[in-house]
Every structure is written in structure tokens, then in C-alpha cells.
């Protein structure tokens, strides 16, 4: 059975933190690229970020870069998502997904693998 379960949202003040985790069952997290999506009320999914299956560089959209940080922990099959200064603009849901692509950077919605989402709500 294929699974990825995020956890780690919740509510937090602009210019806080939080860090969300991706942890995978059923598979081997390493061999996959891995990716964070969001999707805010109203709005379609965009990319946030991705891990390279090859060689484990990091892609960030221009929107995340310099502030989220995304890593992955191979002997707990699990990626997180680091995020620091955070805006209202993060307000969405969360995804983070694991497939074989031909190149994360692209940030596309090409993966095999979904986890069910995290809340993430920036409010003051």
C-alpha cells in the first residue's frame, strides 16, 4: 500500500513558521522525486518546491525561494518542508507527492503519488 500522510499545519502569524513533513509508507521515499504543491481558496495548485531523485538538488518557485527549505530524511522516509517567514499568500493547502518526472524543477503536477493535504493558514 502507497501512502503519504502530511502532517504539521496549522495556524501562524505572518513572518512565522512552521515546518510540514511528508512521510511515505509502501515505498522507498529515496528512489522518487518528491514535491510540494499548495492550493489556495479560489486558486489552481502551484509548485512550491521539489527534491531531485538523482541527485537530491532542491527547486523552489520564485515565490518560496530564500524562505522554504525542502530536505528529505531517507532513514525515516519522510520530506519536510521548512517554511520561515511566512505571508497571508501561503495560505493554502498543502500537498507534497512523490512520482518519476522527467524534471521536478518544472514544479508540474506529474507525480503518481498524493498525500491528503495539510491546512497551512497565515492569519493575524
Known amino acids: 500500500q502507497v501512502q503519504l500522510v502530511e502532517s504539521g499545519g496549522g495556524l501562524v502569524q505572518p513572518g512565522g513558521s512552521l515546518r510540514l513533513s511528508c512521510a511515505a509508507s509502501g515505498f522507498t521515499l529515496d528512489y522518487y522525486d518528491m514535491g510540494w504543491f499548495r492550493q489556495a481558496p479560489g486558486k489552481e495548485r502551484e509548485g512550491v518546491s521539489c527534491i531531485s531523485r538523482r541527485d537530491g538538488s532542491t527547486y523552489y518557485a520564485d515565490t518560496a525561494k530564500g524562505r522554504f527549505t525542502i530536505s528529505r530524511d531517507n532513514a525515516k522516509n519522510t520530506v519536510f518542508l521548512q517554511m520561515n517567514s511566512l505571508k497571508f499568500e501561503d495560505t493554502a493547502v498543502y500537498y507534497c507527492?512523490?512520482?518519476?518526472?522527467?524534471?521536478?524543477?518544472?514544479?508540474?503536477?506529474?507525480?503518481?503519488?498524493w498525500g491528503q493535504g495539510t491546512q497551512v493558514t497565515v492569519f493575524s
Open positions: 507527492a512523490a512520482g518519476i518526472v522527467p524534471d521536478c524543477r518544472k514544479l508540474l503536477y506529474e507525480y503518481d503519488y
